[in-house]
């Protein structure tokens, strides 16, 4: 039964304007890793923030369902079908990461791509998309027509923009050799799990 009602939500998922975000983002690390430049640890992890950005606004095009207006009479089945919707941009931003961890090392240089730190790095990236889907999901839940990614997707934009604005004593990207990345992402992780919680909230509340 799961598999009969996962197929269609899966083929009417606006994944089209995700994929195509996904691309710009592997797009924005093959070129410099394309062109063989030097590139320092700092700059790559620059990139793969960036190229996440464009992933986690993609991500909150899964949710529109233009459809909705006439599915609403249906009962017990909106938490079901967008927590098979948050599944979908779960696995699909997963192994999104995976190649773009791999464009980045292999365009780096060995002794460059040994002091990336992947694992804070990764941690970040899942907190980005994690935001942007419970956006995503509450974007659906307010539109009535069930198109809410014309908001979600610059309040994707709004939230890291508002990230990256933070002053330097309370910065959470901060450099690889800053002295801080592990307190940083101490608090990363909290951001994620309460990202995770809001999203599972988010999407057993729909109706």
């Not at 609403?72 to 938490?79: D, K, Q």
């Not at 919707?85 to 464009?103: E, H």
């Not at 999901?137 to 027509?145: I, S, W």
Request: charge should be neutral; include cysteine.
């Amino acid at each position: 039964m799961l598999i009969a009602l996962a197929v269609p939500i899966v083929r009417a998922a606006r994944t089209g304007p995700f994929l195509l975000a996904c691309a710009a983002g592997w797009l924005l690390l093959a070129v410099p890793a394309a062109l063989s430049t030097a590139i320092d640890p700092d700059s790559l992890t620059l990139q793969l923030r960036l190229a996440t950005v464009c992933a986690a606004i993609g991500a909150v095009f899964v949710f529109d369902d233009p459809a909705k207006p006439t599915t609403l009479v249906v009962p017990g089945r909106a938490w079901l079908r967008t927590t098979l919707r948050v599944a979908l941009a779960v696995v699909v931003a997963a192994l999104w990461w995976m190649v773009a961890v791999a464009i980045v090392l292999v365009g780096a240089e060995e002794s460059i791509g040994d002091e990336l730190r992947l694992a804070g790095t990764t941690l970040e990236s899942a907190t980005i998309i994690a935001v942007a889907l419970v956006l995503g999901v509450t974007g659906y839940r307010l539109a009535e027509r069930g198109v809410g990614s014309t908001v979600a997707a610059p309040t994707v934009l709004v939230v890291v923009g508002a990230l990256a604005l933070l002053p330097r004593s309370i910065a959470l990207f901060v450099g690889v050799t800053d002295p801080r990345w592990s307190s940083v992402h101490g608090q990363w992780g909290v951001l994620l799990l309460t990202a995770c919680l809001a999203l599972m909230v988010g999407a057993g509340a729909q109706r």
